[in-house]
């Protein structure tokens, strides 16, 4: 299949990892930064291709896992209320919020529906006028232009029982908290394809300059990151720290203007939590003041204040790359898909999800601990 | 499919053009119903003899017996319907005992309210689909709830089968050495329901694969395949039905990715919803675990007679193993990874 099977072709990646063999000296560790990516990894076992002196760590690529224990209890709260039909992508459903998670209020009688656009959110609130319709808006700067366009076609049409309960997170200031930690392990970043399709890189420029790390911007495929890691490595190899386009087939410097311009218009930059990491100053979009009636938060008067997250749960730690899944003690034993302790042991792009679908076998683990 | 019928609907539209729920009552409604459409389409013991169960000889031997509930959304999809979906998973339930599919009975659970037409055309898709796949539907059973209570309508199958040969077809004799031959393409019921449900738009059109496999279980036993287990691909996808064979087995199954049949379009699909084809649902197609010296016959027999028949391949391998109980797989890229089961449905991811 074109598009597909070019970019899984086992000749050209054992083709890469010679190549990134012969040029690696000595120990390095990069993060990708997308949880997609990280399933793409763990699923194809790239990382298994790699020389013994390559590390990769998992970043913090994966919105539903980011996403604060309190705004998923807003959303329960909000989708357990007779008025409202409450709107998300699929991969929401099943993260636990403190008591919790979504599948189980629609169980209790709660109208939650899960949609492939935002738009369609709209479209529900158009034909049910006498509910209130709520769309969960959370991920990255990739998902931000198709929430800000329901907002904005919401406002043309004179939608008004549609709201977003926003989450939105922002890539960059996320990595420069992990460059900045004291802990810091990280020599190089993957950068997450998708986000850059949207922003494009100049805003990775001054961070590879101020820190001197190489970003390269990668696409999700195995070759694909094979190339990127190769990339990232030579550079490391040669004393550079640079920004360098491996997905050009889809990423662009510039990324993609008028959709960044929908995203100014309806959103703005604000503080935001991330789940297990805490606060991140600019971290987040939050709707604007022209916008805020769209704003479910203001909407409805909505009980849940602060909640405390599970203290057992280390995925804070695995989202800034500090701990490995398996290195958790509760994983596949007091945290599993069915029974999670926190939100990257169900989502689709969760490290802990990843480890334990394609993993969890005693070899693997102790191939994993080698490492 | 249901489409195809000519026969007009012989309850009186005008009179009721929508299931009541007396249709269900036991009165003279239902006698109406059960005497005018469904027992003329079935005919046989269930048109002839009024009776409360039915009644029949059998051949010496062993029988296989099974049953299984339907309640898709929507009734009509791309490829089938409810009600050659209710015959095509009975029937591949029998089938994968070894045995040959022979009756039915048909239980209708109907929501006060379906268009009389639409129950009318889900019993002619039920005739036609027992038609096709050679098995009788000899007693059945119609309720009617309230509105609200149901989903449209909602259908219980259960078949009987005979088994006429020695084999004994069981997960528990698979053993190492033995190769896994996947009779078709697959995640095309998936898709395709998946499309209808929620309005999504693909260029091509994905039909469900949805079908009988008893021809081609029949010509696999007439042929000496030496069989070891069958299993249809049902709701968990390819990856669920290999790993309950490989827990029963107590075996290590060794897959290989590239060797899996996804049909271009199905696979596009996946990929922009984030789904594994391995884990999307299949109706009408299966693997068989066979004797490695039989794998070339098996191929062929399921080439020519297997539903999606032409895409059989070689899957897999059972591997003598000291952890035994799972399911690996040998990734595009050349790499092994363990294949787990899901806990639930596949959900489309965010981005």
């Known amino acids: 299949m074109r598009f597909i099977d070019e970019y899984r072709d086992p000749e050209a990646a054992r083709h890469f990892a010679e190549a990134l063999r012969r040029i690696t000296t000595r120990p390095w560790t990069l993060m990708e930064v997308c949880g997609g990516q990280t399933h793409a990894i763990v699923k194809f076992g790239v990382d298994d291709l790699l020389p013994p002196e390559i590390t990769l760590l998992h970043g ?85 232009p198709a929430n800000a366009m329901a907002v904005y076609q919401a406002r043309r049409l004179g939608v008004e029982n549609f709201s977003l309960l926003v989450s939105h997170v922002l890539v960059p200031p996320a990595i420069e908290a992990i460059l900045s930690s004291p802990e810091r392990r990280v020599d190089g970043f993957l950068a997450a394809g998708h986000v850059c399709t949207v922003v494009g890189f100049s805003e990775y420029e001054p961070l590879a300059t101020r820190y001197q790390v190489p970003f390269v911007v990668t696409g999700f495929e195995p070759l ?58 600019h971290s987040g979009l939050g709707l604007r003041p022209e916008y805020a009636a769209y704003d479910a938060e203001r909407r409805f008067d909505l009980a849940t204040g602060p909640v405390d997250e599970s203290s057992e749960c280390i995925s804070g730690l695995v989202l800034q790359g500090l701990k490995k899944p398996h290195e958790c003690p509760a994983f596949g034993t007091r945290c599993t898909p069915e029974q999670p302790l926190g939100a990257t042991m169900v989502s689709n792009e969760g490290a802990c999800a990843a480890y334990y679908r394609y993993r969890r076998t005693p070899q693997s683990v102790t191939q994993e601990d080698a490492n | 499919m249901a489409d195809d019928f000519t026969l007009t609907c012989p309850i009186p539209i005008s009179r009721y053009p929508h299931v009541v729920m007396a249709h269900g009552g036991g009165g003279k409604l239902m006698h109406d119903l059960i005497e005018r459409m469904i027992a003329p389409t079935f005919g046989g013991p269930l048109a002839e003899s009024r009776h409360d169960g039915a009644m029949f000889h059998m051949e010496n031997g062993r029988l296989a017996f099974t049953t299984d509930s339907y309640v898709v959304q929507p009734l009509f999809f791309p490829g089938g319907d409810i009600g050659s979906m209710a015959v095509h998973g009975t029937v591949n339930d029998l089938s994968m005992c070894g045995a040959r599919p022979l009756y039915l009975s048909l239980a209708f659970i109907i929501e006060e309210g379906l268009p009389m037409e639409t129950l009318w055309r889900v019993v002619q898709s039920v005739r036609q689909a027992a038609d096709n796949a050679g098995v009788q539907i000899v007693t059945g059973d119609t309720k009617v709830v309230d509105r609200g209570k149901g989903d449209g309508i909602f259908i219980n199958t259960a078949g009987i089968g005979v088994i006429e040969h020695d084999l004994n077809i069981d997960p528990r004799q698979v053993r190492p050495g033995d190769v896994a031959i996947l009779s078709g393409d697959i995640g095309r019921h998936g898709i395709a329901i998946m499309a209808t449900r929620e309005g999504l738009e693909f260029e091509s059109h994905i039909e469900s694969d949805s079908a009988p496999l008893a021809a081609a279980v029949q010509q696999l036993i007439a042929a000496g395949i030496r069989i070891r287990c069958l299993r249809d691909l049902t709701r968990g996808g390819l990856s669920s039905a290999l790993i309950e064979i490989a827990e029963a087995a107590h075996v290590h199954v060794r897959l290989d990715e590239t060797r899996v049949s996804v049909r271009d379009d199905v696979r596009g699909a996946c990929e922009i919803l984030g789904l594994d084809p391995l884990y999307v649902a299949n109706e009408g197609r299966f693997i068989a675990f066979v004797d490695p010296a039989d794998a070339d016959r098996t191929l062929e027999i399921l080439r020519q007679h297997a539903p999606g028949g032409e895409s059989a391949a070689v899957i897999g391998t059972v591997l003598p193993d000291e952890t035994p109980g799972r399911v690996t797989l040998r990734s595009a890229i050349g790499v092994t990874r363990n294949v787990d089961m899901l806990s639930g449905e596949q959900l489309p991811r965010i981005c």
């Open chain 1, 224 to 281: 694909d990151i094979l190339q990127g890691v190769y990339m990232a490595v030579k550079q490391l190899e040669e004393g550079r720290a640079e920004v360098e386009n491996q997905y050009s087939r889809a990423v662009q410097r510039q990324g993609n203007l008028p959709a960044q311009q929908l995203v100014a218009e309806v959103f703005e930059v604000v503080p935001r939590k991330w789940r297990g990491i805490g606060e991140i100053a």
């Open chain 1, 60 to 144: 913090p690529g994966c919105p539903v896992c980011v996403t604060p224990v309190e705004l998923i209890d807003r959303a329960l709260e909000l989708a357990a209320r007779p008025e409202v039909i409450f709107t998300s992508f699929g991969d929401m459903l099943r993260v636990p919020g403190s008591g919790t998670d979504l599948l189980s209020v629609k169980a209790a009688g709660g109208d939650v529906r899960m949609v492939y656009s935002p738009l369609d959110a709209v479209k529900i609130a158009q034909k049910n006028p006498d509910r209130q319709v709520v769309f969960f808006a959370v991920g990255f700067e990739t998902t931000a």
